[in-house]
């Protein structure tokens, strides 16, 4: 999210710098080796960012005009990144590159409009939202081993049948070093913190049961669960939070590939015509490229 802050920083200096033409722009600099114009300023951030600055601020509009977001969500989610990071908080603001709190609040509120782009066709069963509330209400501890491949994964499911150590295994061969040098210790997790892939496997064994290789985004997992217990604060009434639940189930069915074509299909809808001549060709060139990366349909 830094990156677009940023970029709408510069394309709001842009939008107003475009007004000044180079004969009687104004001086923006001066230094007794010379003078920098507004003009000067334009034309090199135009050349600098330009195209990715715009491509920003069109999806921004389209974006805006076809969904919205919930002032009151918008605030939750914003105080869920206040709660997280407490008295660091206008630390970590600054680090990453943002003004204010107002320049993330706008951030966040463009991830919420793409995030309502993405899952708006995506469709979740009254039978996904309520086995989501059930995990929802319990919290699972569980330790894993991640590799690379399938085979390796298979070996070391062998060792552990013939009773090596899970923990030892774990540190040797995981290529989570974080949890690897825990012996493969996750901690506790509950319904949405995992991958989907992971958080089936994990919600359907037996305490001290060892999965069989699981693969996922990251690879492939051994698993071995070792407690259950109740969440330590019980979830909201399902019919509060339905809506939260089924965009939740929804957003882990949306892939990188779809999410492109959708926000791609966006763009084309919005009829982009594009009057600054360096950039009149830039949602065109993107149309056809997209055009070609899709694959023919088999007979």
Known sequence: ??????????????????????????????????????????????????????????????????????????????????????????????????ADEDAFREDLKTQLLQQEALIEDVEVT????????????????????LVADEATATDIKSQLDEGADFATLAEE????????????????FTAGDMVAPFEEVAYGLEVDAISDPVETVNGWHIIQVTDKRDAEEAPEPLEDIRDDVRDDIALTKVDETTSQAKLDQLMEDA??????????DLFTAEEETAAEEVPATEE
């Open 126 to 145: 009254d039978e996904e939202i309520e086995q989501r509330y059930e995990r929802m209400q319990t919290e699972v501890e569980a330790r894993h081993i």
């Open 173 to 188: 061969n995981s290529t989570d070093t974080a949890s690897a040098a825990e012996g493969g210790s996750l901690g506790y």
């Open 271 to 280: 009829n982009i015509d594009v009057k600054i001549e360096e950039f009149e």
């Open 1 to 98: 999210m830094k990156k677009l802050a940023i970029a709408a920083t510069i394309a709001a200096g842009m939008i107003t710098l475009s007004a000044c033409s180079s004969e009687d722009s104004e001086t923006v600099v001066e230094t007794d080796s010379g003078n920098i114009t507004q003009e000067e300023f334009y034309e090199e951030l135009k050349t600098l960012s330009g195209s990715s600055v715009l491509e920003q601020m069109v999806m921004q509009t389209i974006l805006e005009d076809n969904y919205e977001v919930d002032e009151d969500q918008l605030d939750e989610q914003l105080q869920t990144y206040k709660d997280q990071y407490g008295e660091q908080w206008e630390t970590i603001l600054q680090s990453s590159g943002y």
